[in-house]
Structures are given as C-alpha cells and as structure tokens.
DNA sequence: TCAATTGCGTTATGCTATAACGTGTGGCAT
DNA sequence: ATGCCACACGTTATAGCATAACGCAATTGA
C-alpha cells in the first residue's frame, strides 16, 4: 500500500500539528497558516477530515483539538487499534497509548451488549509525569 | 450523605434529561425549557455544571451533550468509578457501562507514564442490537 | 468530448460555551 | 441589627467550534 499523497493544504496542516508540541484546535491552525494564504475555516477543517481519513492525525473529543499521530510508520495508514490518549491539564502534553488487554477488555463490553463498535474513544486527563513533580 | 437539595433550574434540566430518550445538548435542553421561563444558554450551563459535580449526568464529550446518569443511587452522588458509554449513531440510545478489569489495565496504563488520572473519557461509537438487527 | 470526481476558495450561517455585569437571598459572625 | 459573604439567578454580549451552500478549476476515465 503506497502513501497518499497529500495535497498542498493537508501537507500544510499535517506540518503544522507535525511541529507543535501539544495538540491544535482547526482555528489555531488557521491562524498558523494566514501567511500561507488560509483564509478560512473550512481549508482547514477539509484537510483535517482527510488527515483523520488516512489515519495520519487523531481528534481529541475532549478538547476539540487535533494531534499528529505519533505512529512511525506513515506509510501505510492502516487502523492501528483502539488509541488512548493521556492528557495533562498543566502543560498540555498528549502520549499516545496502545493496549490489547485494553481492546480485549472494551470488545468483551461491547460484545456484552451486541453492540457493533466503530470508533472508541478514551482520553485520560490528569497530570504527567513533569508537571506532578511539582 | 444526603441527596444535594437542587435548585429550580437544576431540577428542570435533570428531569429534563431524564424524560429524554437520549443525550440531548445544552441548547436542545434550553428549548425544551423555553416555556419554564429559560431564555439564555447560561442557565442550562449552570445547572449542568452543577448536576456534573454532583454525579447525577454525563457529558458525552464525542457528541457535545448530556445524558441523565444511569444510576439508581440518586442519594449519595459518589464518585463511581470510570464510565465507559456505549452510544448507537443510528438511534442514539446511550448505554451506560462498568467494568473493573478495564479500569485496572486504565489504571496500569497511566501508571506506566507517571501519569495522574483525573479523568476519564471513554466513549463507543457505533451501532447497538436493535439498529443492527436491521 | 462529456460527465463524474475531487480539491479548492468564499460567504454565510449555525451550534457550543463562556465572560462580565448586576440583582436578590440566606446564613452567620460581629 | 449590620455588615459581610457565598451562591443562585438573569441578561447581554462575545468567543470558540463546525458546517451549509455556492461556484470554479483540474483530473480522470468512459
């Protein structure tokens, strides 16, 4: 599976969350990329769309904002799994994290209820490692 | 531990969302209101802040609104543990679901990281029994 | 060539949430 | 009682997040 090109606009947005250090919201993108003549929300919000698309950034429900995906491997953009994703209030840092037993344990719920999943959300807030050391 | 005295408008929005079949958002609950004398988004707001602290609604962070808690326990509004909600896109029924095991591996999880849990979001899209048996 | 698809840009609009101000009330210490 | 404080409330205005609807241009493929 080769990758998918970009376009100019996806390019420039992925960029953008590429070299921030903390996740985004589509307005602040926005306000990144004036000089690069984005003009309107919807430039923004149609390459994120894409982006989620290909699995190359993640959304965060919690905070209405978007983070590039820390996976290596952009190649090939499959599904990798159910992501959770634990978020500090103090400085805003995101670590991405994977778990079978945790994907196990949500599919049995799920299957409990015979309930078909799509799309699993789970964002932990709190406080890291460097911001609890006070 | 008594149950928290509500107030008028906090009374309004619980019942409100308890006679709901689902979530419903903060601006659907002010209209359903309108004719008890609510007129702005701030009281709606308000008293949703206030019934979340209590324990007595969720918010449902991937659909930006509220759900009436499941619980039966109205009278000590304790802290119970992670809530992982089943939402159906095709009917909009909300499940409500607890689980132990889920929480430990949540638990470890952040562990590993140092990280300190506040709070957790954990939210399945997709579609329940009822919408799936087409 | 023609239609279908896709990305793009623009304007306008709608939905979600909070800031900032002032009012009234009830508790309570002085 | 007086003064103070905390809290719920109401209102207006504004901020922040997201999409609808239009039209244009480039690409692809029948």
Known sequence: MAAQPLTKNQALVLDTLHHAD???????ILDKLRDHGFRAPLQVYRA???LL?????????SMNSFVACAHP???????????????CEDCG??????????????????????FKT?????????????????
């Open 22 to 28: 903390g996740p985004l919201s589509a307005y602040t």
């Open 48 to 50: 994120l769309d894409k």
């Open 53 to 61: 698309e290909f699995g190359l950034i993640h959304r965060l429900e």
């Open 73 to 87: 491997d952009h190649h090939h953009h499959h599904d990798h799994g159910v992501t959770a994703f634990a978020i």
């Open 93 to 114: 840092q995101v670590t991405e994290m994977h778990d079978e037993a945790m994907e196990e344990r949500l599919s049995v719920l799920a299957g409990n209820q015979h």
């Open 118 to 134: 799509e799309k699993t959300t789970i964002e932990i807030r709190g406080h890291c490692q460097n911001c609890t050391a006070e």
